[in-house]
């Protein structure tokens, strides 16, 4: 069982920026693609995109273009994902998984992120 | 890109089968075997239970398999159990690097 340990909820007003992190053990953060996925209450599961921890590859859904940005620390195994110019919409749970094969194998535990003003 | 289609919910009793579908189109489920279910309890973070159209990962009970004709995939449950009261995502690949999940089912057992 792989362990992904996200930062903790963030309150954001419209139009600022949130960076919420994901730790994972070395050997997965060095084998695995990471991806986000983002839930709003009683919706869905939206993907967002996915980033290649080794290269730095990113790749994002067209929605979140020009919005979200996936970046890594590879001294601490730890990614990123910073989406800005928030809206109210944005509210939602932020998971991070890591991907094998265009599958969802292990998922953090979610980073509530609320807009409010 | 839209959603995949999935009925909004489906109940079933103890023991009984449940089958849960996802249509797709031309471009993503029909296109590619990279479907895969996951399911969510309330308050917890998705789990996988099928990958690659029909493949399961280890832990996850028999009970659960996967299929996929033209652009539907379909999710079958047997023998439910009150366990198995969740919501059912399911998620397909469209080509250029992008994934898109269905709008889930919340499985109500009776």
């Known amino acids: 069982q792989v362990q992904l340990v996200q930062s903790g909820a963030e309150v954001k007003k419209p139009g600022a920026s949130v960076k919420v992190s994901c730790k994972a053990p070395r050997f997965t953060f060095t084998s695995h693609a990471i991806n986000w996925v983002r839930q709003a209450t009683g919706q869905g599961l939206e993907w967002m995109g996915w980033?290649?921890?080794?290269?730095?590859?990113?790749g994002y859904a067209q929605k979140f273009q020009g919005r979200v940005t996936m970046t890594r620390d590879t001294s601490i195994s730890t990614a990123f994902m910073e989406l800005s110019s928030l809206r109210y919409e944005d509210t939602a749970v932020y998971y991070c998984?890591?991907?094998?094969?265009?599958?969802?194998?292990?998922w953090g535990p979610g980073t509530l992120v609320t807009v409010s003003s | 890109q839209s959603a995949l289609t999935q009925p909004a919910s489906v109940s079933g009793s103890p023991g009984q089968s449940i089958t849960i579908s996802c249509t797709g189109t031309?471009?993503?489920?029909?296109?590619?075997?990279?479907v895969s279910w996951y399911q969510q309890h309330p308050g917890t973070a998705p789990k996988l239970l099928i990958y690659?159209?029909?493949a399961r990962p280890s832990g996850v009970s028999n009970r659960f398999s996967g299929s996929k004709s033209g652009n539907t995939a379909s999710l079958t449950i047997s023998g439910l159990q009150a366990e198995d009261e969740a919501a059912y995502f399911c998620s397909a690949y469209t080509g250029s690097t992008t994934v898109i999940f269905g709008g889930g089912t919340k499985l109500t057992v009776l």
């Open positions: 980033m290649n921890p080794n290269t730095g590859d990113t």
């Open positions: 690659d159209v029909s």
């Open positions: 998984t890591t991907e094998t094969n265009l599958y969802f194998d292990f």
């Open positions: 031309s471009n993503d489920v029909g296109s590619y075997n990279y």
